[in-house]
């Protein structure tokens, strides 16, 4: 079973998201909103379908990576997050929640043996994704 296809997005906590995606527009180039910038390609596999990578900046006192206590997260594209769960649970992996189900596809949150959270999130539609927070 495939099971990560890609990098969904790169979610970090900072003391003022609003500067720091300034600097990072101003500096980088980025083209920032308040939630960060969406990265747009396509699949080398398949070009007719694209796909996005997500880096936003988050509030120091955000509870989105709870129970980590690290400053970022991941968030990991795969395929059949279901299936995956499934697999994950057999090896004793720490799930944090339930599967949620948004328009833009399926997301679930585990945790690595040092206590990073991760953000697993299978597209529902590859071919018009403009946001990666589940």
């Given at each position: 079973?495939?099971?990560v ?7 970090f ?5 609003q ?16 939630y960060?910038?969406?990265?747009e ?5 398949d ?9 936003s ?62 953000e ?15």
């Amino acid at each position: 079973m495939k099971k990560v296809t890609g990098l969904g997005g790169v979610f970090f906590k900072c003391d003022n998201p609003q500067s720091m995606n300034e600097w990072y527009a101003k500096n980088l180039g980025l083209a920032t909103s308040e939630y960060g910038t969406t990265f747009e390609w396509r699949q080398a596999d398949d070009p007719s379908k694209k796909g996005s990578t997500t880096w936003s900046t988050f509030p120091q006192n955000t509870e989105y990576f709870n129970p980590s206590v690290k400053p970022f997260m991941i968030n990991y594209r795969v395929e059949n997050i279901v299936a995956l769960v499934e697999e994950l649970k057999k090896e004793n992996v720490t799930i944090i929640d339930e599967i949620a189900e948004y328009p833009y596809g399926k997301f679930v949150h585990v945790l690595d043996p040092e206590g990073n959270i991760i953000e697993l999130w299978e597209p529902k539609d590859d071919s018009d994704q403009d946001n990666v927070a589940g």
